[in-house]
């Protein structure tokens, strides 16, 4: 099996306040898939504006400061295929409302998976 990052750039959820309950039960409701189907590995959200400690103790605005964009949310799972992960980021774009919207679930441009052998 092979771990997938699954990240989803900062300001890409587009949601009404008026709509947040909703969100979160649907976005929860995705993370009680993961979870029921053994591929969960965990996930969470990155604080707007919070800076990077590297391993060297240095400190930047981004873990790549010269990016555009920076990491808003990510999960991690444990998947048999990359088709697999982007079925899954998908499912998690639409819950948590991501901008965009090309392909299944409507997959984000701001959505990612990447993987690395465990």
């Known amino acids: 099996m092979t771990r997938y990052f699954i990240s989803f750039d900062e300001g890409t959820m587009?949601?009404?306040?008026?709509?947040?309950?909703?969100?979160?039960?649907?976005?929860?409701?995705?993370?009680?898939?993961?979870?029921?189907?053994?591929?969960?590995?965990?996930?969470?959200?990155?604080?707007?504006?919070?800076?990077?400690?590297?391993?060297?103790?240095?400190?930047?605005?981004?873990?790549?400061?010269?990016?555009?964009?920076?990491v808003g949310g990510f999960v991690v799972l444990e998947l048999g295929s990359h088709a697999e992960a982007l079925d899954w980021a998908g499912r998690f774009a639409k819950a948590c409302r991501c901008a965009g919207g090309e392909g299944p679930h409507g997959r984000s441009g701001g959505v990612r998976a990447t993987s690395s052998t465990s």
């Open 14 to 70: 587009v949601i009404p306040e008026a709509d947040l309950a909703e969100v979160g039960a649907e976005a929860h409701a995705v993370v009680a898939a993961a979870k029921e189907a053994g591929a969960w590995i965990t996930g969470g959200g990155v604080i707007p504006g919070a800076s990077v400690v590297a391993v060297d103790g240095s400190v930047s605005e981004s873990p790549a400061p010269e990016a555009k964009t920076t």
